[in-house]
């Protein structure tokens, strides 16, 4: 009897020791995409912000023409934004309380969403043919004929990128800040920090999508931006520090 009990007791304990280690040593590698990710973003975002300070959509065109890298640093966009969306993975699957954890999921989902509409705006925005119709329009005569083809697509691809914003930088950090708020896991100031900057972001996108290329919204959008990816950081830290100190 003694040698059940305690063979019993050592299945537990090896159960329990498994439920507790092993999604921290897998969520190791999801947690040092999260810190990549973020580097990326942040150089990504002083690398490769719109490339012209206004709104007027020649004026972009003039600067796409330009850019000798344009298709280059949209392949770095989209790389990370994929390492964004492991990091944010990682995020949802660390917090597993009730309700924050149904927020997370919601959260992670919308960030699917909305990266899949931006992967789509930085494959059109990016794309060769993008940039040969702003060349054509930079060296066009007439204006009228190659610039207003090459202006439709720009703010098409804007538009995506707007919806895609609305939902990714904006829906996504504000169910991700309410599931941190409503948990005792993280910093509840953190979760905050993502709600208003959510909030701001989504905004400034609606702005930009019902207004097309509005140099107000392009700054605010990049000030709320930016604190979500502060956050994103901050989130990527702790959770290598917590990843650590189970290891």
Known sequence: MPLVTNRTLYLQ??????????????????????????CLVCEYRFNTWWPADSGDTRANLQAIAASPLWAGV???????????????????????????AALARLGFTAALLGGAFLSVGFVLEGSHTMKALAEACAAAADKEGPCAVAEAMLLVSVDINSWGSVVFYGVAPILFGLAIALTDLYP????????VGGVGAGSMSIVLFLQGLF????IGFSAFAAVVTFWLLTMGVLMWRKAGAAA
């Open 188 to 195: 509840k100031w953190l979760g905050w920090v993502a709600v």
């Open 13 to 38: 304990g090896g159960n329990h020791a498994r439920a507790n280690v092993t999604p921290d040593r897998g969520s190791v590698a999801y947690r040092r995409r999260c810190l990549v990710s973020c």
């Open 215 to 218: 140099l107000a919204a392009t």
């Open 74 to 100: 949209h392949v770095v966009g989209l790389a990370a934004l994929l390492l964004w969306v492991g990091g944010l993975l990682a995020l949802s699957r660390s917090i597993t309380k009730e309700p924050g």
